[in-house]
Structure formats: structure tokens, C-alpha cells
């Protein structure tokens, strides 16, 4: 979120008098609208529109793009796994972080890596933790500078992470052989 975008800091911390809807993946509790959501993660339409504020924010950013962006989707969808998620879509979020949080991939780097891995045949169920980050997408949303949604992102990631370390070897398992092949 830009500074000074008070329409989405708003709408993101009014929620007292409002009736409460529950993000069914990260927990997060947004004011009820009447929006729709027929997307795959498992998250409440609360929820997604602040992730697409969210995404908004780092599109309209290229220095905060570079920097996050990739780290921001890995997170989100892994922290919405469950429900219609695809086990595919959780498993290559899942060495997303992996790439960044453990073998200190720069999130720029992160894409061509994931799309060689997407082209396995088959994919692991991992179900998805009981605890959830406290940390959410909310969080980066408020932040009031592209240095705190950077340094947001990246604690949101690492909880997300820590909240999955019972799957931390399958990550690392389907990561492997992830290594580039360097230009001629």
C-alpha cells in the first residue's frame, strides 16, 4: 500500500461495529461484504482484496516488485493451502520460500526455478498446518513506507514458513536440481 492510502487503511482497520468474516486459510477477520470469490486459494473474498491491494502496491513499485513480489505470492497461497488449493499450487509456493528463506534465493530468481518444477507429473498432498502465522496479508497492506512492506513481507514469509516445518523436507526434497543451468 502507498503511503497515504487511506482508503485501504480504512476499510482494513474499521471492523468494529461490522459483522466479521474469517479468512478459512490465514484467519485474518475482515468486515463481511457481499463480495464474490470463485478463486482456487482457500481464502475468504475479504481476504483476496487486500491481497490485491497488496499486489497492486508492489506492481506499481518496481524496486518493491523486484524485491518482494514473488516472496508476497509465495506466501499467500501458502498460507491459503486447503480447501480446492491444488496440491500442485501449494507444493511449488512451498519451495518458493524454501528457494528464499533457506538457500537465500533473491525472489527476482525465484520464477524460472518454480516453472521447471511445475513441470513434474505429480504432486504431494501436504495438509496444511493447524497454526497459522499471526502475521497476515493485512499486515503488509498497512504498512506506511515500501521499506516496512518489504521488511513485512519478508517476517509474514518467515512465519508462514516456520507455521510448515512439518513439510520442510518435501520442499527441500522437490527443490533439488532446481540449479540453473548457467548462459553460454
Known amino acids: 500500500m502507498a503511503p497515504g492510502d487511506a482508503g485501504l487503511r480504512a476499510r482494513v482497520t474499521s471492523a468494529t ?21 470463485d478463486r482456487k486459494f482457500h481464502a475468504s473474498a475479504e481476504c483476496w482484496s487486500v491481497f490485491e491491494e497488496v499486489l497492486a502496491a508492489e506492481f506499481q ?12 505470492v509465495d506466501t499467500y497461497a501458502v498460507a491459503h493451502a486447503g480447501g480446492r488449493h491444488p496440491d500442485k499450487s501449494v507444493c511449488v509456493h512451498l519451495v518458493g520460500l524454501h528457494l ?3 538457500q537465500g534465493v533473491a525472489p527476482a530468481e525465484v520464477p524460472p526455478r518454480l516453472q521447471r518444477l511445475a513441470r513434474r507429473p505429480s504432486w504431494p498432498h501436504l495438509h496444511p498446518p ?3 502465522a499471526p502475521l497476515t496479508v493485512r499486515d503488509v497492506a498497512l504498512a506506511d513506507s515500501s521499506h516496512t512492506h518489504a521488511l ?24 533439488e536440481n532446481l540449479v540453473l543451468p548457467t548462459r553460454r
Do not use: K, S
Not at 61 to 72: A, D, G, K, M, Y
Not at 152 to 174: C, D, S
Open 61 to 72: 513499485n518496481p524496486i518493491l516488485f523486484r524485491q518482494v513480489h514473488q516472496l508476497t
Open 130 to 132: 493447524l497454526e497459522r
Open 152 to 175: 513485512r513481507v519478508r517476517e509474514w514469509a518467515e512465519q508462514v514458513w516456520r507455521t510448515w516445518r512439518a513439510h520442510h523436507g518435501i520442499a527441500r526434497e522437490l527443490a
Open 100 to 102: 528464499v528463506l533457506e
Open 17 to 37: 461495529a461490522l459483522e466479521m468474516r474469517p479468512c478459512p486459510g490465514c484467519g485474518l477477520e475482515m468486515p463481511l461484504t457481499d463480495r464474490g470469490y
